[in-house]
């Protein structure tokens, strides 16, 4: 009797889930082919219910056959373990993201799911950010939406793992970095630029091993006094219309005048 009961128990639940997949196809949440992959994997799952006949050359306990089922069990918890976290995580990414967007053009874009607390833009090949929401609800919902439009270019979202919080500027000193710069950004413009704030000293653009630009530079002044006299000038700077994220470097440079020419 109680085997039956689990038997009916696990078919009532089997056709609820089925039903849930039919009304996510109907709402156009997911695709007909998405709908035939996740129907195939709940009915593979029901035939492994006890009442069942065991795959063959499996066996109830001992044995390979035993060992191989406990195995399958601890991976299935595994998955349901990161499944359960990815659950719980308020972060999208969204890739890959056209150039030129800001954190305010993609915290436009994706507010519509809801609250969102913070928002990183990544300048690699290719550009790609993190949208962190309040709320586990807001991240499923952008998830399930699966694609955006961000200026006129289609970019994917998936969950993403709970984002450390930022952590605080360094302190001052000599050095200030310009992040988030186009990638077509040169030195000489940089300097260029740089070169009207007192105690300008040099800049230096940050590359890869193969040489193409990060999109971020760090300058260094006279003292920290000039160094943060020009990061507050430098607020709000717009280069091909991205903003430049303008902060302290991490150390800063005992950089010479002399030094700088020996250097060169």
């Given at each position: 009797?109680?085997?039956?009961?689990?038997?009916?128990?696990?078919?009532?639940?089997?056709?609820?889930?089925?039903?849930?997949?039919?009304?996510?196809q109907a709402?156009?949440?997911?695709?007909?082919?998405?709908?035939?992959?996740?129907?195939?994997?709940?009915?593979?799952?029901?035939?492994?219910?006890?009442?069942?006949?065991?795959?063959?050359?499996?066996?109830?306990?001992?044995?390979?056959?035993?060992?191989?089922?406990?195995?399958?069990?601890?991976?299935?918890?595994?998955?349901?373990?990161?499944?359960?976290?990815?659950?719980?995580?308020?972060?999208?990414?969204?890739?890959?993201?056209?150039?030129?967007?800001?954190?305010?053009?993609?915290?436009?874009?994706?507010?519509?799911?809801?609250?969102?607390?913070?928002?990183a833009v990544?300048n690699g090949?290719?550009?790609?950010?993190?949208?962190?929401?309040?709320?586990?609800?807001?991240?499923?919902?952008?998830?399930?939406?699966?694609?955006?439009?961000?200026?006129?270019?289609?970019?994917?979202?998936?969950?993403?793992?709970?984002?450390?919080?930022?952590?605080?500027?360094?302190?001052?000193?000599?050095?200030?970095?310009?992040?988030?710069?186009?990638?077509?950004?040169?030195?000489?413009?940089?300097?260029?630029?740089?070169?009207?704030?007192?105690?300008?000293?040099?800049?230096?653009?940050?590359?890869?091993?193969?040489?193409?630009?990060?999109?971020?530079?760090?300058?260094?002044?006279?003292?920290?006094?000039?160094?943060?006299?020009?990061?507050?000038?430098?607020?709000?700077?717009?280069?091909?219309?991205?903003?430049?994220?303008?902060?302290?470097?991490?150390?800063?440079?005992?950089?010479?005048?002399?030094?700088?020419?020996?250097?060169?």
């Amino acid at each position: 009797f109680s085997c039956n009961s689990i038997i009916s128990k696990s078919m009532e639940s089997l056709q609820q889930s089925i039903d849930k997949l039919h009304k996510l196809q109907a709402s156009g949440i997911i695709t007909a082919s998405e709908f035939d992959v996740r129907r195939k994997t709940l009915l593979d799952r029901f035939v492994g219910q006890p009442g069942k006949s065991a795959p063959r050359g499996a066996k109830s306990g001992g044995g390979s056959g035993g060992h191989s089922t406990k195995s399958n069990w601890g991976n299935n918890a595994e998955q349901e373990q990161k499944t359960h976290q990815y659950r719980r995580s308020c972060t999208v990414k969204v890739q890959p993201l056209p150039v030129g967007v800001t954190k305010e053009i993609l915290m436009d874009a994706l507010q519509q799911f809801g609250t969102i607390e913070s928002v990183a833009v990544n300048n690699g090949e290719p550009m790609y950010g993190y949208v962190n929401f309040t709320a586990p609800t807001a991240a499923r919902a952008a998830k399930f939406a699966r694609t955006a439009t961000i200026l006129g270019t289609p970019v994917q979202i998936r969950l993403g793992k709970r984002r450390k919080p930022a952590t605080s500027e360094a302190d001052p000193t000599n050095g200030i970095g310009l992040f988030n710069l186009p990638f077509t950004t040169t030195e000489e413009e940089l300097s260029t630029m740089l070169s009207q704030y007192q105690g300008f000293q040099t800049v230096r653009l940050v590359n890869r091993k193969n040489g193409t630009f990060k999109g971020y530079a760090f300058a260094y002044f006279d003292d920290t006094a000039t160094a943060t006299f020009a990061k507050e000038l430098l607020s709000g700077l717009t280069l091909s219309g991205q903003s430049v994220d303008i902060k302290f470097a991490s150390q800063g440079s005992e950089v010479t005048s002399t030094a700088t020419s020996e250097g060169q």
